[in-house]
């Protein structure tokens, strides 16, 4: 089995730009990056425009409503210094959970573009979305 990697479109001064194809992947995986797209409706809809019908998109990130608890636990155990632990964890509290999105902020984003819902799982500080693009039907007269 062959697999090919390639980076879903680039950013530059916060516009989107996609030289991909249509239809090109089955798979979609996008970690820990959504909560920075300047245009993340856009950013759904360009993944969707690039997935192959009956493909889906995984996307992996961390929850706007994640507890301050939840976020200093999982910020504990990541095994850092304590200095880079209080940045750590100051950097989720200040600037990153200010940019995250909470399960209904995604049922709402994906609403608004072809997609037809997501499956949606939560963790501790964290959710995972997945999308998929239904193949066509076609009706028999």
């Known amino acids: ?13 916060g516009s989107f730009d996609s030289c991909i194809a249509k ?27 690039v ?9 992996i990130d961390l929850r706007s409503d ?8 999982a910020v504990d155990g990541m095994g850092l210094s304590a200095a880079n632990r ?6 989720f509290r200040f600037m990153l ?9 995604f049922e709402e984003l994906v609403a608004q573009t072809e997609f037809h819902g997501a499956e949606i799982r939560e963790d501790l500080i964290g959710l995972e979305v997945l999308v998929s ?3 066509p039907r076609f009706l028999i007269w």
Do not use: H
């Open 97 to 105: 959970l200010k940019r995250s999105y909470s399960r209904m902020g």
């Open 51 to 59: 997935l192959k019908p009956g493909g889906r998109a995984l996307i």
């Open 86 to 91: 209080v940045i750590t964890k100051l950097t």
């Open 23 to 49: 239809e090109t992947f089955d798979f979609i995986v996008c970690r820990a990056a959504f909560k920075n797209f300047s245009e993340p409706r856009r950013a759904l809809e360009e993944m969707y425009r």
């Open 1 to 13: 089995m062959q697999y090919e990697f390639w980076i879903l479109g680039g950013f530059r001064y």
């Open 133 to 135: 693009k239904e193949r």
């Open 66 to 73: 994640a507890s301050r608890e939840s976020i200093n636990d």
